[in-house]
């Protein structure tokens, strides 16, 4: 594929909820386009984007793949996204290097929750958006009714530029609203023509309508148009381009990718109002504490910026960029500033799915892909040396769900640190954490799909198999009474034996305070040399478990008296001594659970409000009060037991048809109604 300069490049996004036909348009467009000879299906597994086994398998895009075409003297860079809740990771990210969001709705289905939620993302990156209704060759598909629910839900700037001919099966082609023509699609080709009776007057009143929504935006043509003089399609093109890039205006046109009809004209559509990587202001770096806005220019010191990393078991990482400024050549070397390192960018290629096109350079605009960076994640900057500037980072969705994973073997245990650094560095949107209490290595991700998904890719890029488990609640214990005893430790197995006797006080502590350990011991009851031992085996007993088998926390032990032998007493006697008698303790101070208690912020439009609340009273949870958030949403903010939310993620979205969304963080521990308690465990003291 040839070099094209910045003015004539397109950056577009693919998005939408699952299912709206995403993949299927990007196959389209790439078949129009001559790219490919061959469209392929999702439901065969054969399409350009969605190349791995998981994809194939589901029939779901399940992260972001590209797709460059060339077009009318442009060169189109298709980023098609996945539509499913739990990868809005790859959205993300394909939203930041995009320079327009073409947002596929289904005819059949209408304005779906994926499609709201990315549409807020563009919305905040002032991201320019064209919206493609697809599908209106499908039974039940209804254009106007779609229309209605994109002007209902994204209010003002929303432009038809097409209608429909014909209807569902009857689906044949599209009523151009700028030029007054209808296009016509059969067998693969098309003709221009009249548009049909029954559809003109239809046609010449949203044509008037969507002339005078443009004229408004220029002054000059506004005093023309109200003087009689009608601005030439041109003209209207033209203004119309500026109110796409100035994300003030969102154009609607309409086809099937299926059939292939107005494929063509999308691709026109992308071109002559779409904005180009100049069109868009520049990009915001910081060096140091200073800010300073790139500007995309071929010419100027190259700058690129890595938004994708794909993990590849036989060529090693692939690092996809943008140039952001100057051009980037084969075995050029720029500078990681977050590392430090020196990159050479190897062999540079253009990506059309799988399939690896070399590329003689990527200038201001472009994107392209390269292997082996040593020491590049995504999120990070690509910079001259010398020159430490740095981009945004994208940052990852908060992990909502959890499961806790075991090497299945020794062989996989020895791969699995590596192996699992590695699937990270593809997907930012998953955490691994140890967590020390309850002894489980934990995989965090944005839902149930997206960990299978992960796991899967575990075993077939790297080999590594893990059993799973659920995720064990970190309890803990603590007493709510004053309690003495001795503890004893008396051996004896001929020659020297062991003897040590230690005499102990324990209280509560206020929440959060630990335990602190008070040696009181006057006379010599006890010699200065074997206290320590006594601490240490109160502080291991309490760390492996008390009555119920969860680490002790918020005790005060006082060590007030004892008793040696000259011979026989030692570090370890006194450290039983130490640990038999906090157990004695323990079970006399009236011991209790602690439970963790996490603050839960729901994010729900007001009208699953009540049923939210509703539900988190039912998990124990106390309402601390509700704030609007605008967009007809509510935030609810609520203390609830950790037990409670561990598949919150899952229940959510059930709940609200996946409008609603969390964010959980840990607050304190408070004690666990004792009905409760006896479900979980029974005391140690009566297993005995």
């Avoid at 500026?242 to 992308?270: E, H, K, M, N």
Wanted: proline residues 6%.
């Amino acid at each position: 594929m040839k070099t094209y300069p910045t003015p004539k490049i397109r950056n577009v996004a693919l998005v939408g909820h699952s299912g709206a036909g995403k993949t299927t348009l990007a196959e389209a467009l790439l078949f129009r386009a001559g790219a490919i000879t061959r469209a392929g299906r999702v439901e065969d597994g054969t399409t350009v984007c969605d190349f791995e086994p998981e994809e194939q398998k589901r029939h779901l895009s399940l992260s972001l793949a590209l797709a460059p075409f060339e077009w009318e003297g442009h060169k189109i860079n298709l980023i098609d996204t996945p539509g499913y809740a739990d990868f809005i990771g790859d959205v993300h990210a394909a939203l930041r290097v995009a320079d327009l969001a073409v947002f596929v709705v289904s005819a059949v289905d209408g304005v779906e929750v994926q499609t709201e939620a990315i549409w807020r993302i563009a919305s905040e990156l002032n991201l320019p958006r064209m919206i493609f209704i697809n599908k209106l060759d499908r039974e039940r598909a209804n254009f106007q009714r779609t229309l209605d629910e994109l002007r209902s839900r994204f209010g003002a700037g929303i432009a038809p530029l097409e209608l429909p001919i014909g209807e569902e099966a009857g689906f044949r082609g599209v009523a151009d609203l700028l030029t007054d023509k209808g296009f016509f699609y059969e067998g693969g080709t098309h003709t221009e023509g009249p548009i049909p009776d029954e559809l003109a007057a239809l046609e010449h009143e949203v044509h008037d309508n969507l002339v005078e929504g443009i004229v408004v935006a220029d002054d000059d043509m506004l005093e023309r148009f109200l003087e009689g003089d009608v601005p030439s399609p041109a003209e209207l093109e033209h203004t119309l381009a500026v109110g796409v890039a100035a994300a003030s205006v969102f154009p609607v046109i309409c086809g099937s990718a299926a059939t292939q009809v107005a494929i063509d004209r999308l691709a026109d559509f992308i071109c002559e109002i779409g904005p180009s990587p100049a069109d868009r202001p520049g990009i915001e770096v910081t060096a140091g504490t200073t800010t300073q806005d790139i500007a995309p220019d071929a010419d100027g010191q190259p700058l690129a910026f890595v938004f994708k990393t794909i993990a590849d078991p036989y060529v090693g990482q692939l690092s996809l960029f943008k140039v952001l400024s100057g051009t980037v050549k084969p075995d050029d070397h720029l500078v990681n500033p977050r590392t430090g390192s020196d990159e050479r960018l190897h062999a540079l290629f253009a990506l059309r799915g799988k399939d690896q096109d070399p590329v003689t350079s990527v200038p201001a605009g472009d994107l392209a892909a390269v292997s082996k960076l040593s020491a590049t994640a995504t999120g990070d900057t690509l910079a001259p040396k010398g020159t430490p500037v740095r981009v945004a980072t994208i940052a990852p969705p908060p992990p909502v769900l959890a499961v806790a994973i075991k090497a299945r073997t020794q062989a996989d245990d020895d791969k699995l640190g590596s192996a699992l650094q590695r699937l990270q560095e593809e997907d930012q949107a998953l955490v691994l954490e140890r967590s020390d209490e309850t002894k489980q290595t934990l995989l965090r991700g944005t839902g149930e799909t997206h960990l299978t998904i992960a796991l899967e890719r575990l075993h077939r890029k790297f080999g590594v198999d893990v059993d799973t488990d659920d995720v064990r609640v970190p309890y803990r214990e603590t007493i709510t009474a004053n309690a003495e005893a001795e503890g004893k430790y008396k051996k004896q197995s001929g020659g020297h034996g062991q003897f040590g006797v230690a005499f102990l006080r324990v209280e509560p502590l206020p929440r959060g305070e630990g335990f602190q350990f008070v040696d009181a011991i006057v006379g010599g009851a006890i010699p200065r040399q074997f206290i320590p031992a006594v601490q240490k085996g109160i502080e291991e007993t309490m760390a492996s478990g008390g009555l119920y088998g969860f680490p002790v926390v918020d005790v005060k032990v006082t060590c007030y008296d004892g008793k040696y032998h000259s011979v026989d007493s030692s570090e370890m006697s006194f450290k039983m001594a130490g640990s038999l008698g906090f157990k004695d303790a323990m079970a006399k101070a009236s011991a209790v659970v602690l439970e963790p208690i996490t603050v839960l912020k729901v994010t729900v439009p007001a009208e699953y409000q009540g049923d939210v609340m509703g539900d988190i009273n039912a998990r124990r949870g106390r309402v601390q009060g509700t704030d609007a958030v605008g967009g007809g949403e509510q935030e609810v903010t609520a203390l609830v037991p950790t037990s409670e939310i561990m598949r919150y993620a899952i229940d959510l979205r059930s709940m609200t048809g996946g409008r609603g969304r969390f964010t959980a963080t840990h607050s304190h521990y408070d004690p666990m109604p004792s009905h409760l308690v006896d479900k979980l465990a029974k005391p140690k003291a009566e297993a005995h």
